[in-house]
Protein backbone atom coordinates (compact mmCIF):
# COMPACT_ATOMS: atom_id res chain seq x y z
CA UNK A 1 0.00 0.00 0.00
CA UNK A 2 0.78 3.68 -1.13
CA UNK A 3 0.22 6.16 1.69
CA UNK A 4 -2.08 9.35 0.63
CA UNK A 5 -0.46 13.09 0.98
CA UNK A 6 0.12 13.89 4.44
CA UNK A 7 -2.61 15.62 6.20
CA UNK A 8 -4.00 16.15 9.23
CA UNK A 9 -3.85 12.81 11.26
CA UNK A 10 -7.18 13.83 13.26
CA UNK A 11 -9.03 13.50 9.87
CA UNK A 12 -9.85 9.56 9.69
CA UNK A 13 -11.88 10.51 6.35
CA UNK A 14 -10.83 13.39 4.32
CA UNK A 15 -12.82 13.94 0.55
CA UNK A 16 -11.16 16.54 -2.23
CA UNK A 17 -13.86 17.48 -5.00
CA UNK A 18 -15.24 13.91 -5.32
CA UNK A 19 -17.54 13.10 -8.39
CA UNK A 20 -19.21 10.33 -9.26
CA UNK A 21 -21.21 10.41 -12.54
CA UNK A 22 -23.27 7.37 -13.66
CA UNK A 23 -23.09 6.61 -17.07
CA UNK A 24 -26.79 4.80 -19.46
CA UNK A 25 -24.96 4.60 -22.36
CA UNK A 26 -22.90 7.82 -23.93
CA UNK A 27 -25.71 9.77 -21.05
CA UNK A 28 -24.02 10.65 -18.00
CA UNK A 29 -26.04 10.82 -14.75
CA UNK A 30 -23.81 13.11 -12.13
CA UNK A 31 -24.79 11.85 -8.28
CA UNK A 32 -22.21 13.36 -6.39
CA UNK A 33 -20.75 16.84 -7.34
CA UNK A 34 -17.60 18.47 -5.94
CA UNK A 35 -17.98 17.05 -1.98
CA UNK A 36 -16.06 18.10 0.63
CA UNK A 37 -15.79 17.03 3.89
CA UNK A 38 -13.44 15.98 7.04
CA UNK A 39 -14.54 13.57 9.34
CA UNK A 40 -12.23 13.31 12.62
CA UNK A 41 -11.44 10.09 14.49
CA UNK A 42 -13.75 9.47 17.06
CA UNK A 43 -17.15 11.54 15.51
CA UNK A 44 -20.50 10.04 15.00
CA UNK A 45 -21.80 11.86 12.25
CA UNK A 46 -25.27 11.51 10.10
CA UNK A 47 -25.66 11.80 6.32
CA UNK A 48 -29.61 13.20 5.71
CA UNK A 49 -30.62 14.19 2.45
CA UNK A 50 -34.25 13.18 0.45
CA UNK A 51 -34.51 10.06 -1.77
CA UNK A 52 -32.07 10.63 -4.66
CA UNK A 53 -29.83 12.97 -2.90
CA UNK A 54 -26.78 10.71 -3.14
CA UNK A 55 -26.41 9.78 0.17
CA UNK A 56 -25.76 6.02 -0.02
CA UNK A 57 -23.80 6.71 -3.16
CA UNK A 58 -21.52 8.87 -0.76
CA UNK A 59 -21.67 5.92 1.87
CA UNK A 60 -20.66 3.29 -1.26
CA UNK A 61 -17.41 5.92 -1.70
CA UNK A 62 -16.39 6.15 1.87
CA UNK A 63 -16.66 2.19 2.11
CA UNK A 64 -14.10 1.63 -0.46
CA UNK A 65 -17.30 -0.38 -2.18
CA UNK A 66 -17.34 2.08 -5.69
CA UNK A 67 -14.98 3.91 -7.15
CA UNK A 68 -14.95 7.81 -7.56
CA UNK A 69 -15.44 9.63 -10.97
CA UNK A 70 -13.35 12.17 -10.00
CA UNK A 71 -11.77 13.81 -6.80
CA UNK A 72 -10.48 11.47 -3.70
CA UNK A 73 -10.99 10.33 -0.84
CA UNK A 74 -8.62 9.55 1.86
CA UNK A 75 -9.15 6.90 4.60
CA UNK A 76 -6.73 7.43 7.31
CA UNK A 77 -3.66 7.67 5.95
CA UNK A 78 -4.47 5.70 2.72
CA UNK A 79 -5.71 6.46 -0.94
CA UNK A 80 -7.46 3.96 -2.17
CA UNK A 81 -7.01 4.96 -5.44
CA UNK A 82 -3.52 4.06 -5.55
CA UNK A 83 -4.14 0.37 -4.20
CA UNK A 84 -5.45 -2.72 -6.26
CA UNK A 85 -8.25 -4.36 -5.77
CA UNK A 86 -6.71 -7.06 -3.30
CA UNK A 87 -5.07 -4.27 -1.22
CA UNK A 88 -8.43 -2.65 -1.07
CA UNK A 89 -10.10 -5.92 0.05
CA UNK A 90 -8.00 -6.46 2.57
CA UNK A 91 -7.81 -2.86 3.97
CA UNK A 92 -11.77 -2.47 3.80
CA UNK A 93 -11.79 -5.43 5.86
CA UNK A 94 -9.51 -4.16 8.48
CA UNK A 95 -10.76 -0.40 8.71
CA UNK A 96 -14.62 -0.37 8.22
CA UNK A 97 -17.66 -2.04 9.57
CA UNK A 98 -20.51 -2.42 7.39
CA UNK A 99 -24.33 -2.42 8.93
CA UNK A 100 -27.52 -2.40 6.28
CA UNK A 101 -31.12 -1.93 6.41
CA UNK A 102 -31.86 -4.99 5.50
CA UNK A 103 -28.60 -6.89 7.37
CA UNK A 104 -27.49 -8.59 4.56
CA UNK A 105 -27.11 -11.80 6.56
CA UNK A 106 -26.74 -14.82 4.81
CA UNK A 107 -29.81 -17.46 5.49
CA UNK A 108 -28.06 -20.54 5.61
CA UNK A 109 -25.55 -20.03 8.06
CA UNK A 110 -25.87 -19.41 11.77
CA UNK A 111 -25.72 -16.20 14.22
CA UNK A 112 -22.21 -17.07 15.22
CA UNK A 113 -21.11 -18.64 11.65
CA UNK A 114 -22.36 -15.27 9.75
CA UNK A 115 -20.68 -13.13 12.40
CA UNK A 116 -17.12 -15.00 12.05
CA UNK A 117 -17.27 -14.98 8.22
CA UNK A 118 -15.60 -11.32 7.64
CA UNK A 119 -12.50 -12.90 9.91
CA UNK A 120 -11.89 -15.65 7.71
CA UNK A 121 -11.19 -12.88 4.85
CA UNK A 122 -8.52 -12.26 6.44
CA UNK A 123 -7.06 -14.90 7.63
CA UNK A 124 -7.97 -15.44 11.07
CA UNK A 125 -7.50 -19.06 12.96
CA UNK A 126 -10.55 -20.95 13.76
CA UNK A 127 -11.00 -20.50 17.17
CA UNK A 128 -10.18 -16.93 17.32
CA UNK A 129 -12.93 -16.32 14.97
CA UNK A 130 -15.01 -18.36 17.12
CA UNK A 131 -14.61 -17.03 20.47
CA UNK A 132 -14.65 -13.43 19.08
CA UNK A 133 -17.64 -14.04 17.26
CA UNK A 134 -19.20 -15.65 20.49
CA UNK A 135 -17.94 -12.62 22.82
CA UNK A 136 -19.08 -10.15 20.51
CA UNK A 137 -22.86 -11.62 19.68
CA UNK A 138 -22.70 -12.13 23.77
CA UNK A 139 -22.19 -8.07 23.68
CA UNK A 140 -24.91 -7.30 21.56
CA UNK A 141 -27.28 -9.19 24.12
CA UNK A 142 -27.71 -12.76 21.86
CA UNK A 143 -25.45 -15.02 23.81
CA UNK A 144 -28.77 -17.64 23.82
CA UNK A 145 -28.79 -16.34 19.99
CA UNK A 146 -25.71 -17.59 18.45
CA UNK A 147 -26.72 -20.67 17.09
CA UNK A 148 -29.95 -19.58 15.91
CA UNK A 149 -30.18 -18.69 11.80
CA UNK A 150 -31.65 -15.12 10.20
CA UNK A 151 -35.09 -16.19 9.98
CA UNK A 152 -35.25 -17.51 13.73
CA UNK A 153 -34.58 -14.06 14.58
CA UNK A 154 -36.95 -10.65 15.35
CA UNK A 155 -35.57 -8.04 13.11
CA UNK A 156 -34.07 -6.42 16.09
CA UNK A 157 -31.91 -9.58 17.01
CA UNK A 158 -31.12 -9.45 13.10
CA UNK A 159 -29.61 -5.96 13.19
CA UNK A 160 -27.67 -6.73 16.93
CA UNK A 161 -25.77 -10.07 14.63
CA UNK A 162 -24.86 -7.18 11.62
CA UNK A 163 -23.62 -4.82 14.17
CA UNK A 164 -21.42 -7.60 16.10
CA UNK A 165 -20.23 -8.99 12.31
CA UNK A 166 -19.34 -5.22 11.88
CA UNK A 167 -17.22 -5.03 14.72
CA UNK A 168 -15.84 -8.39 14.30
CA UNK A 169 -12.66 -7.17 13.07
CA UNK A 170 -12.12 -4.49 15.69
CA UNK A 171 -12.30 -1.44 12.46
CA UNK A 172 -11.89 2.00 12.99
CA UNK A 173 -14.64 3.19 11.39
CA UNK A 174 -18.28 1.95 10.95
CA UNK A 175 -20.54 3.01 8.27
CA UNK A 176 -24.52 2.19 8.56
CA UNK A 177 -26.43 2.69 5.74
CA UNK A 178 -30.53 3.13 7.34
CA UNK A 179 -30.07 1.00 10.05
CA UNK A 180 -33.09 1.28 11.83
CA UNK A 181 -35.11 1.87 8.65
CA UNK A 182 -36.67 -2.08 9.16
CA UNK A 183 -36.84 -1.73 13.08
CA UNK A 184 -39.73 -0.57 15.27
CA UNK A 185 -39.36 2.49 17.49
CA UNK A 186 -38.55 0.66 20.20
CA UNK A 187 -35.69 -1.96 18.66
CA UNK A 188 -34.91 1.80 16.70
CA UNK A 189 -33.90 3.25 19.61
CA UNK A 190 -32.25 0.26 21.25
CA UNK A 191 -29.95 -0.03 18.36
CA UNK A 192 -28.77 3.89 18.11
CA UNK A 193 -28.17 3.49 22.23
CA UNK A 194 -25.61 0.64 21.22
CA UNK A 195 -24.07 2.72 18.26
CA UNK A 196 -23.84 5.51 20.98
CA UNK A 197 -22.26 3.10 23.44
CA UNK A 198 -19.85 2.13 20.45
CA UNK A 199 -18.52 5.91 19.48
CA UNK A 200 -17.92 6.67 23.27
CA UNK A 201 -15.75 3.94 23.27
CA UNK A 202 -13.90 5.29 20.14
CA UNK A 203 -15.13 4.14 16.57
CA UNK A 204 -15.97 6.80 14.27
CA UNK A 205 -19.88 6.12 12.79
CA UNK A 206 -21.10 7.46 10.12
CA UNK A 207 -24.70 6.63 9.52
CA UNK A 208 -27.21 7.44 5.95
CA UNK A 209 -30.42 8.29 8.12
CA UNK A 210 -33.95 10.34 6.67
CA UNK A 211 -35.01 9.99 10.56
CA UNK A 212 -34.37 13.11 12.65
CA UNK A 213 -34.53 10.94 15.62
CA UNK A 214 -32.27 9.08 14.68
CA UNK A 215 -29.88 11.89 13.86
CA UNK A 216 -30.19 13.17 17.26
CA UNK A 217 -27.60 10.69 18.78
CA UNK A 218 -25.01 11.93 16.54
CA UNK A 219 -22.66 14.58 16.88
CA UNK A 220 -22.58 16.65 13.43
CA UNK A 221 -25.01 16.22 10.31
CA UNK A 222 -24.09 16.17 6.97
CA UNK A 223 -27.10 17.43 4.56
CA UNK A 224 -27.05 16.38 0.88
CA UNK A 225 -29.70 17.80 -1.51
CA UNK A 226 -28.85 16.94 -5.91
CA UNK A 227 -25.79 16.02 -5.00
CA UNK A 228 -23.96 18.98 -3.05
CA UNK A 229 -23.34 19.71 0.45
CA UNK A 230 -26.69 21.63 1.53
CA UNK A 231 -25.07 24.54 2.76
CA UNK A 232 -21.76 24.20 1.57
CA UNK A 233 -18.61 21.97 2.23
CA UNK A 234 -18.93 20.16 5.59
CA UNK A 235 -15.56 20.57 7.43
Not at 86 to 100: D, P, S, T, W, Y
Not at 114 to 133: G, H, I, S
Not at 157 to 163: H, L, S
Amino acid sequence: MNPALPHDTEHIIRTTDLEKTYYLGKMGIPVLKKINITIDKGEFVAVMGPSGSGKSTLMNLIGCLDRPTSGHIFIDEWDPSTLSDEQLAKMRGQKIGFVFQTFNLIGRLSALKNVELPMTYQDTPRALRKNRATELLGRTGLSDRIHHKPNELSGGQRQRVAIARALVNDPSIILADEPTGNLDTKTGEEIMQLFKELNNEGKTIIMVTHEPDVARYCSRVINLKDGIIDGGNSQ
